[in-house]
């Protein structure tokens, strides 16, 4: 790359980082692209840095030594998020989304680019600190939302199917007990998918008892592999007891009145404890 003004490459800089986040980038990388001393693209670090923790846009470790680099770790600040999901709980509470049966209409939401990075911001923010190899959801509402946190981890994602594909080779099958409906339903994943013994995020769009995020954990049990956390966009708070205890929510559904039309949303319990900070 041609040897750039100050500004210009500040600018390439931030893009080169935003779009690689978690990978750890030798300073000798920097000084090779733009033509520059490493004395020079460290100094432009310290002030991209400053940036980065000034607008909650996440934090920029520098590993000394001949293996070192930099790193950007992207997180949200939990005041941020709160407001973000404060504003899509409104959203969600419009009489318009009450489809029969008592169901809330969230497809638009799930649809919305910018909706999704949000949410997968805050996803990866409640769960940077973990060791975690993959991240895993099932078909199909919440295979957007697993995408959209990966990208801020810089992880592969794994879907589990309602059935079997013969696309993807021999596939390890259970059975599980939905929480909704007390039915007896299927979901496998392919052998090839998932490597024995990693450890695995789980995150989906909606949790009602729990029966179906219990059955990932029943199917990675059949692969020596371990939960590493669990991720929920929307948690109904309509059930006595749910089937996990150990989950990250970000919004909770206390109740769909399909008579009086009226719907009731709020923050999850991520944000337990941060409310009253606003």
Same mark, same amino acid.
């Given at each position: 790359m041609k040897k750039l003004k100050r500004s210009a490459r500040l600018v390439e800089m931030t893009q080169y980082l935003l779009f690689r986040p978690h990978s750890l980038i030798p300073l000798t990388t920097f000084a090779e692209r733009? =033509?520059?001393? #490493?004395?020079?693209?460290? @100094?432009?670090?310290?002030?991209?840095?400053?940036?980065?923790?000034?607008?909650?846009?996440?934090?920029?470790?520098?590993?000394?030594?001949?293996?070192?680099?930099?790193?950007?770790?992207? #997180?949200?600040? #939990?005041?941020?998020?709160?407001?973000?999901?404060?504003?899509?709980?409104?959203?969600?509470?419009?009489?318009?989304?009450?489809?029969?049966?008592?169901?809330?209409?969230?497809?638009?939401?799930?649809?919305?680019?910018?909706?999704?990075? @949000?949410?997968? #911001?805050?996803?990866?923010?409640?769960?940077?600190?973990?060791?975690?190899?993959?991240?895993?959801?099932?078909?199909?509402?919440?295979?957007?939302?697993?995408?959209?946190?990966?990208?801020?981890?810089?992880?592969?994602?794994?879907?589990?199917?309602?059935?079997?594909?013969?696309?993807?080779?021999?596939?390890?099958?259970? =059975?599980?007990?939905s929480g909704s409906n007390k039915r007896i339903q299927t979901m496998s994943l392919a052998r090839r998918a998932l490597r024995e013994e990693s450890k695995v995020l789980i995150i989906d769009d909606f949790m009602h008892v729990g029966g179906t995020i219990h059955g990932m954990m029943d199917l990675l049990a059949e692969f020596k592999a371990s939960v590493q956390g669990v991720g929920v966009f929307m948690e109904s708070c309509e059930v006595e007891e749910h089937l996990i205890d150990d989950y990250v929510s970000l919004a909770r559904l206390y109740g769909v009145d399909s008579k009086t039309k009226q719907i009731t949303a709020e923050p999850g319990n991520y944000f337990d404890g941060n409310k009253g900070d606003l």
């Open positions: 733009y =033509n520059s001393a #490493k004395s020079s693209i460290s @100094e432009d670090l310290a002030i991209i840095k400053e940036v980065f923790e000034e607008e909650g846009l996440g934090e920029l470790h520098t590993l000394a030594g001949a293996a070192g680099g930099v790193k950007f770790t992207p #997180k949200m600040p #939990k005041e941020a998020s709160l407001k973000f999901i404060q504003n899509l709980c409104l959203q969600l509470q419009q009489p318009e989304r009450i489809l029969p049966g008592g169901y809330l209409y969230m497809s638009d939401i799930m649809g919305q680019p910018h909706y999704l990075n @949000e949410i997968g #911001k805050t996803f990866a923010s409640a769960f940077a600190g973990r060791d975690i190899d993959v991240i895993m959801t099932v078909e199909t509402k919440g295979i957007p939302l697993a995408y959209a946190t990966a990208s801020y981890m810089n992880l592969p994602v794994v879907v589990v199917r309602r059935d079997t594909k013969v696309t993807e080779g021999s596939a390890v099958s259970i =059975n599980y007990v």
